[in-house]
């Protein structure tokens, strides 16, 4: 129906007098031979025409870098704005308060979009404004493929917002109700969503306050009988705030937030459900980082369990250097033991800051920066250093008293039968039930430490050159600790290392990184890159991709291409007495790219690139993936507006 309605509006506008528009292609084409190959191509058309505005995207793309191939009418939305209304009709998305009910956005790159197909209403006029969504949302995830989703999550929903604003003053309420077909590895789960917020700002001279709370009830139902009463599946809710104060060109900036909409020990997955849901995109109080290697090591955010704090400092110094020192901190909300290998429990984090402790899955990190210019603001630097430490799981955790049972049997009675003894009778001879101070723990780490360095000339006649570096050492590990083990059933016991010695206690590191049968116990990551440009022109980029050792198994890359051979000065390459299929055997710790960028008319860019990328964590707006490794591949982008 609403296609229908849409079609008609811009069938009607296309034929309207004095009606604007603007056009957008873009077209991406990729292929390697490790087969992640993609084809994508959109086009994107906006309409204007008085008080009204119409878009419409479609996509060809078979398949796409993620997601499913598609030849159709991907989205497309139609405005009217009469007096003090807005009325929408097709893909919705917006943002209310900062996202603990509401933030709507469509991320290609992460594949991530959690826009609501239907209708938006809304009324403004002097300080109150009134918003209302209803329709349908189908929110797909990634599963164990990294390219092809695996989840479906279908939600029919309706929200509101009203908000008044007075001088400084700004005060919002939120509500939003969904009813969702949760799709799972076996059958389908039925959740009623209920959440209810509530957010306030002020901003005045040198400082600005913004408060927001949210509270959330989820229900399954029973079966399909709609009387039946639904049975509560989860209680949550989320308070964030952010402070910033101004002090002449100085800035502090604060957050906090503790989100406490589902708990438990280990990850969750999009299998979960019950707990926050895709609508609830909300602040991560993690640094977004520009920083390729510090991007892979970035904080994978939990929005159903996390309490933290961030503070951020910066401001200029007379000889106009740019300073910045970032700290975040982060952990669950719960301190987790396992009492048993398999049963754990919870207890609440004492106060309202983040725990330290590995039981509460830790993190922080923090970053420095000094930037500049130089020689008439023709030389630019940037200095930074990033640092950032995580617990990335827990294997077991016990901390307390302990029993140690040892039991001998005494054979009291015995008879002489066929030439040999045979035992009646037997008595429990000791029972020794001494109580022990018992450490038995086992969880990863992951700590690194990053310096990007960034350096820039512009010369007179427009041209420019520019250096990229930056500098990893990383480790992950396995931490055991204690005085001892696994869990005895029988004996309802933790067994320690050494009975006649309860007190003997050991630590074991286990590092997580190797390459071939030899281990590393750092990771030593370095990425260097050189771009010539000329002005808005064009732009040509060799970057240069290394590591010393892999986090799993090692990327395999059986193929040497010319850029590598050049880059590397293997003049054998060339004259034809290397075997192009038997490469040395550091390329499969070297990646080596060459991007150009060149732009054919003000309005039109074309971008190639071609080599090999490693790939890795990647984070944007909140949603991270894990990019696939592109190796000896070529890639073109095209776009064009008019």
Known sequence: MIRKILYFA??????????DYNAAITVNYGDSYDFYSYTENRFDLNLFYNNVQAWVQYEYSNPPEIGFPINDIRKFRIEYKPLDFTIK??????????????????????????????????????????????????IWQLGNDLRIPYYKHAHNMYANQVQYELNSLSLGFTQLHSKETHQKIFGEAFVNHKLNGIYASWTGANADLFLEYA???????????????????????????NLNIYLGNWGLSTEYKRYAFDKGHSDFTVDDYGNQIDFQTMPTL????????????????????ERGVQFALNGTLPNGYYLLAQYSQLSRNEEWQSVTSINWN???????????????????????????????????????????????????????EGESITENWMYTDSIEWNNGWFYTDSVLGSIDTSNYSIEAKLWQESRSITFPFELSYTFDNGYSVGLNFEYQEREIRNVTRGNATTFNYSDSTWLLVN??????SFIVYDTQFSDGDKQYNTQFNRMISLTLSKASNWSVTLSHDQTNAFEGLRSIDPYYNPLEALVYGDIKYFTGKRDKSDPPGFIQKRWVSVKIDY????????????????GGLFCSNGVCRIIPPFNDGLTISYTAVF
């Open 499 to 504: 009975p006649e010695n309860p007190d003997t």
């Open 10 to 19: 811009f069938t009607s506008l296309v034929w309207a007098d004095g009606i």
């Open 215 to 241: 509270d959330k009830k989820a229900t399954e139902k029973t079966n399909i009988i709609e009387n039946i009463p639904h049975d509560t599946l989860k209680n949550g809710y989320g308070i964030y705030s």
């Open 599 to 614: 732009s054919l008319t003000p309005s039109q860019r074309i971008s190639v690139q071609y080599g090999s990328i490693k």
């Open 346 to 400: 919870g207890t609440s984090v004492d106060g309202y800051l983040p725990s330290s402790d590995p039981s509460a899955i830790p993190y922080w990190e923090n970053y420095q920066e000094m930037n500049g210019y130089h020689f008439d603001d023709k030389l630019y630097f940037k200095l930074g250093r990033g640092e950032n430490y995580e617990v990335l799981g827990l294997m077991r955790y016990f901390e307390g």
């Open 89 to 138: 009709l097709g893909d919705i998305y917006e943002f209310w308060g900062r996202g603990l009910v509401l933030n709507q956005f469509d991320d290609q790159v992460t594949n991530f979009d959690n826009g609501t197909r239907g209708l938006f209403l809304g009324y403004s006029k002097g300080p109150f404004t009134i918003s209302h969504i209803n329709g349908n949302t189908d």
């Open 286 to 305: 993690v640094r977004e980082q520009n920083s390729t290697l510090m991007g892979r090591v970035t904080h994978q955010y939990n929005y159903n369990d």
